[in-house]
């Protein structure tokens, strides 16, 4: 392994989440406020399915270097629930 | 500031809270204005005419009103929306202590209370209003009663005229029937003096 290699610094640019909200919750709200997360630049929601009190959707974050941990307690503070972390793109700086 | 207005327009949305407190202040300022009707309407048939005793009932009568009002709709609505809450976990697989929601269900139950508690206590304090002006001296007892009458009727009136609003249609009839109310509280307790004195 060589020093240059070392001196690396892995940061993630892109994060798909499997999340189940509270149908009361705004989406749009969700998505602002996720946007606002340290190293975001962008969050799509796609709405995968919808029960009588809650929805499940696909979030995809991307961003220069996103905040992960930011990110989860946001969804937590929201009262989301994370199920799965099905994707995640991370790139060396 | 803006953070603050956003976080109460964030549970305005999500507790649902106009709507319900929409309907608190119309049943509850609708309480208030036949509690005090039927009060005021038992202290002129029962001939107690000082206006001391008429300020001492209005005051009474809204604290009364206000400490109901406060007390059993937020505790309903703690209990009514708690469960919801406790739902909404088994579904989640999650507690909600301390997210939106949690905060938003329970601003929405503390708004509730406090317009449940505000607004027939506001209605009544107000049909009290011409029993200070008579202990004042500006009005005699006889226009202090009718006053006293004529604002709760008034109340009741616009009460009715704002359910006509909301529901789009016959705001007369919405008007009518919350102003019969009203007068028909009036003769009751009319012919409850007739019913005492025979």
């Not at chain 1, 509270?22 to 946007?35: G, H, M, N, T, V």
């Not at chain 2, 001296?137 to 709760?152: C, E, P, Q, W």
């Not at chain 2, 009741?156 to 009839?173: C, E, M, P």
Request: glycine share 6%.
């Amino acid at each position: 392994m060589t020093e240059e290699y070392e001196e690396g610094e892995a940061v993630i640019t892109r994060v798909v989440i499997d999340v189940m909200k509270p149908r009361e919750l705004p989406l749009i709200d969700l998505a602002s406020a996720l946007c606002l997360v340290d190293g975001v630049d962008e969050v799509h929601i796609i709405v995968s399915e919808v029960d009588v009190k809650t929805e499940t959707m696909k979030i995809t974050v991307a961003g220069n270097s996103i905040d992960c941990d930011e990110l989860y307690k946001t969804l937590e503070d929201y009262g989301c629930a994370l199920r799965s972390t099905d994707e995640v793109v991370a790139v060396r700086k | 500031m803006g953070y603050i207005l956003e976080r109460v327009r964030q549970y305005i949305e999500i507790s649902n809270a106009l709507e319900i407190v929409r309907r608190y202040f119309v049943i509850n300022a609708f309480d208030g204005a036949v509690t005090i009707l039927g009060a005021v309407m038992g202290a002129y048939i029962s001939g107690i005419n000082t206006p001391k005793a008429l300020i001492n009932m209005g005051f009474s009568v809204s604290i009364a009103l206000a400490m109901s009002g406060f007390t059993g709709s937020l505790l309903m609505e703690l209990a009514e929306r708690g469960g919801e809450v406790k739902d909404l976990e088994r579904r989640l697989f999650r507690k909600l202590d301390n997210s939106l929601i949690t905060e938003a269900h329970n601003f929405a139950s503390l708004v509730a209370a406090l317009v449940d508690a505000l607004s027939p206590a506001v209605v009544a304090l107000t049909a009290t209003i011409p029993f200070i002006l008579a202990y004042m001296g500006i009005m005699v007892m006889a226009d202090a009663f009718k006053a006293s009458i004529l604002i709760t009727l008034t109340f009741t009136a616009l009460l009715g005229f704002y359910l006509g609003r909301i529901s789009k249609t016959r705001v007369w009839l919405y008007t009518a029937a919350m102003v019969g109310a009203g007068l028909l509280t009036a003769a009751l307790s009319l012919m409850l003096e007739g019913a005492f004195h025979s």
